[in-house]
């Protein structure tokens, strides 16, 4: 990049700059720009942009007479008394509350089991739990589907060698079983997560404890938890996310499965994507996509804003 | 839990503990002497292993029934192996089926990774550069914001994505799919605690007052200290891209531009279309198998690195 343009970019980004700064300094200022504007014009183009977009076409109403037309928030009213969407939230919100704690508690047990040195092959342990991050949702319910299914699965075999009628794709037990699928896929994920902050624990402290007679249980109480704190934070917050947009296993396990329950408004996300692609209801979709966004968001940041903002001081 | 000693844990053991030594004063001591190596415990490894069983069992299960044939999949237990080892013949037919597509949707899905992930990974890198080393008016306010992105969910962006990329006619394309994972919020923040952390403000200065630009600076000398944090945004762009199922589902209607996910469902639903429906169910998991290679591979043999990098954005998130 050429003196003259870095000059340019000064003259445009920063009209502000005064004269009497120092040229290092103001050399500094359009650089810092020019090196944060690819990601920065790019962010704008594929976050900034389509959210106004959708914003604006959640305006518009496709009619059978006169196509799209302006409805004003109509589609958001109608959004509020739409039960089936309803169903949906509360849906994924059971499924948060449920799988969330399960799935922490077991990524901080297996973090605190690891970190403890108590372990035989610990390395090929934490190596295996983590690897199922590594494998797409598609193909993780694809044999999870299988696997569970009484049609070719295990719980067929067990069936016919029990003659029991159990059936993990049942309507009650639909959930329960994504829930496993779920679990599966990030549990070693977060257990690294919170392993990595162990290791960062400094080993004089558990020399002085155990000077000082601590037992495990208060080493564990008094020092491995409070260090978790601040990561278990993030990983609630990150987990409420992920879970809040459970898409890809309800999609694709009525083709695997029948009977199981799901119907095409199973979470919020699978409803949009019904409504803008099956139903052509593109305004309406936005509309969805936005409020669930901002529920999203809300309950993230009501769980614990500190954790973002902390970063944000660091 | 104690039925197990290490051999160190146990030689110090027989060192320290003294037969009239109290129960409290005995713990003490081997603590004292074990604290860095204490004795392995069998009841924790077992319910540990509990865990690792839950989360390999899966895997067991895709490799054994990717060795066995349409007839053996459909007739034999789930854990045990067909009449006829069949993995060659099944791998074989995957690439045939449908005229070969599947090395088509290979191709794609390392087009889309490929690209994407370096794409990213550079843009994260040169933008958490600016952040934690140059001055530069609107930082905070950019700060919040990209902080602030990450907790957007992916799914409900992507439908206004899809919205505004249909309108300018970029949807069916391989851009649709590239342009959107060009972009790693999660990445930029990342790369900027390390470059803060890792990347020595004198050393950048010196560079410059011998005469390299900004750019060169960057280049010559920040980038390489920033190697171990690169290999984990690059990895972890990586999963997500080869792992992306939304994304290109809504985006992509022709399955020349498919990635391996979007075709393995596709084959899935083939499979499972009741009555006439084509019986591939062994295929399914075959190209199943052949999809996560790639991606444990990586994890395995880049360990070293991303476990650091990962170490780090936890210590510091």
């Avoid at chain 1, 679990?183 to 290791?199: D, E, P, S």
């Avoid at chain 2, 790369?191 to 004198?202: L, N």
Wanted: hydrophobic content about 50%.
């Amino acid at each position: 990049m050429g003196h003259a343009g870095r000059l340019d970019v000064t003259a445009v980004m920063s009209p502000d700059t005064t004269q009497h700064q120092a040229p290092a300094k103001r050399r500094g200022k359009q650089i810092g720009l020019a090196f944060i504007a690819p990601f920065g014009l790019l962010f704008i183009l594929v976050y900034i942009v389509p959210i106004v977009y959708a914003g604006y076409l959640s305006l518009f109403q496709e009619k059978l007479i006169g196509g799209n037309t302006f409805s004003g928030l109509a589609n958001y009213t109608k959004l509020f008394q739409d039960a089936q969407f309803w169903h949906g939230v509360s849906r994924v919100f059971w499924f948060t509350l449920v799988q969330v704690p399960i799935m922490l508690l077991l990524a901080m047990a297996l973090a605190l089991a690891l970190d403890s040195r108590r372990l035989h092959g610990a390395k090929f342990m934490r190596v295996s739990i983590f690897l199922p991050y590594a494998v797409p949702a598609v193909v993780s319910t694809l044999m999870w589907g299988f696997m569970l299914g009484v049609k070719y699965g295990l719980f067929g075999s067990l069936n016919n060698t029990l003659g029991t009628d159990l059936n993990p794709f049942a309507p009650g037990t639909t959930l329960i079983s994504i829930g496993m699928m779920v679990t599966w896929a990030f549990t070693g994920f977060n257990m690294l997560i919170f392993y990595a902050v162990l290791k960062a624990v400094p080993r004089e402290l558990y020399e002085a404890a155990a000077l000082d007679g601590a037992n495990e249980f208060q080493v564990v109480r008094r020092i491995k938890l409070p260090a978790l704190r601040s990561s278990l934070v993030i990983a609630i917050i990150f987990s409420i996310i992920g879970t809040f947009q459970i898409f890809s296993e309800p999609q694709i396990l009525p083709s695997m499965v029948a009977n199981s329950g799901i119907t095409t408004d199973y979470t919020p996300n699978l409803y949009a994507y019904n409504l803008a692609f099956a139903g052509s209801q593109q305004g309406y979709a936005a509309a969805l996509a936005l409020v669930m966004a901002a529920i999203t968001i809300a309950v993230a940041y009501a769980v614990q804003i500190r954790g973002l903002r902390n970063a944000f001081e660091d | 839990m104690r039925s197990r000693t290490s051999t160190r844990a146990a030689s110090g053991e027989a060192h320290v503990v003294t037969p009239g030594a109290s129960i409290r004063d005995s713990r003490n001591r081997r603590r004292l002497y074990s604290v860095d190596n204490p004795k392995k415990s069998v009841t924790l490894t077992v319910m540990t292993g509990l865990s690792a069983l839950y989360c390999l069992l899966p895997l067991v299960w895709l490799v054994i029934n990717a060795t066995k044939s349409q007839a053996d999949f459909v007739s034999s237990f789930g854990l045990a192996p067909g009449h006829k080892f069949a993995l060659w013949d099944n791998i074989v037919e995957v690439f045939r089926y449908q005229n070969g597509i599947f090395t088509r949707w290979l191709l794609n899905t390392v087009l889309y990774v490929v690209v994407g992930a370096a794409v990213s990974t550079f843009l994260a890198a040169l933008g958490g550069y600016a952040l934690a080393k140059l001055h530069f008016s609107g930082k905070r306010v950019l700060l919040f914001v990209i902080l602030g992105s990450i907790a957007v969910p992916g799914i409900a962006l992507a439908i206004p994505q899809f919205l505004l990329f249909a309108h300018l006619g970029l949807t069916n394309t391989p851009w649709a799919v590239l342009i959107p994972s060009f972009i790693n919020p999660f990445g930029l923040y990342l790369m900027w605690v390390f470059t803060a952390e890792a990347v020595p403000t004198d050393l950048l200065d010196a560079a410059k007052v011998d005469g390299a630009g900004e750019f060169r600076t960057f280049v010559q000398i920040a980038l390489p200290m920033l190697a171990p944090a690169s290999v984990t945004v690059l990895l972890f762009s990586f999963v997500s891209i080869w792992n992306n199922y939304f994304l290109p589902l809504i985006m992509l209607k022709d399955p020349n531009w498919y990635p391996l996910t979007i075709g393995l469902n596709q084959w899935n639903k083939l499979g499972s279309t009741a009555g006439n429906g084509a019986l591939i169910q062994n295929l399914v998991i075959t190209a199943a198998l052949l999809t996560i290679i790639p991606l444990i591979v990586a994890f395995l043999s880049l360990q070293r690195y991303w476990q650091s990098g990962l170490s780090l954005g936890a210590v510091k998130g």
